[in-house]
């Protein structure tokens, strides 16, 4: 059983483009988390929700729009797709709002290309 | 400000030698420090964590890490690399609510 599970695993689109890429964990957490990873392998967080409510929105634009229809589910929605976008996005999750046991547990990542 | 520092970008090592992988963060009055691996085209998976208690913490694949308060440090090591440990390393520190990562360390190990 796959503990953080995200759709799809690729994801090739043109500029201008609309895309969602799902996330569901089955560990029991409350905490969910959208991570982007870029080209340098730089890990930066986007969003942390916990039981469903917004606790982390960093800077980051308004097309991107997370929603969790309940604990287990975090997904992104990513409106007028610009080639910066193209990255890799982790899901993650935690016991708690991290600084508990502060252990993340993430997704195998969404490859996102923006042609 | 909070942050986490990796200074090799990349270390190389030949196959069954010792390395050390260092990391530096910011101090504060309550943080929590981790070591993550990533494989090629996979996620991240914990490596080791301090949390409190002993300073020397061991995780898995024979890697352990060091808690050094003074020198705002926790470095990883292992005594024997294998071909099997190229991959990306993250140090991570948890401030509270901000979960900072460091800009990771390319490990290759070499035949």
């Known amino acids: 059983d796959t503990a953080v599970s995200q759709t799809p695993k690729y994801l090739v689109t043109q500029m201008g483009n609309d895309k969602s890429i799902k996330c569901e964990q089955n560990l029991g957490h409350d905490t969910m988390y959208w991570y982007k990873q870029d080209s340098k392998k730089f890990l930066k967080i986007m969003f942390s929700?916990?039981?469903?409510?917004?606790?982390i929105n960093e800077t980051v634009p308004n097309r991107f729009s997370p929603k969790s229809p309940d604990k287990a589910h975090l997904n992104l929605h990513i409106n007028s797709l610009e080639l910066g976008d193209s990255a890799v996005y982790f899901c993650a999750s935690s016991l708690g709002q991290g600084w508990t046991t502060g252990e993340l547990f993430f997704g195998e990542g969404s490859r996102l290309t923006v042609l | 400000a909070q942050s986490v520092t990796q200074l090799d970008s990349q270390v190389p090592v030949f196959e069954e030698a010792p390395v050390e992988l260092r990391c530096n963060y910011s101090s504060s009055v309550s943080v929590y420090l981790f070591w993550y691996v990533q494989y090629p085209n996979q996620g991240l998976q914990l490596l080791l964590k301090y949390l409190s208690g002993s300073t020397l913490v061991k995780g898995i694949n024979g890697f352990e890490a060091e808690f050094n308060k003074s020198q705002t440090s926790f470095h990883l090591r292992k005594p024997s690399v294998h071909i099997s440990d190229t991959a990306e390393y993250f140090c991570a520190g948890n401030y509270g609510q901000n979960f900072v990562f460091g800009p990771g360390t390319r490990l290759s190990v070499l035949p």
């Open positions: 929700y916990n039981n469903k409510e917004l606790i």
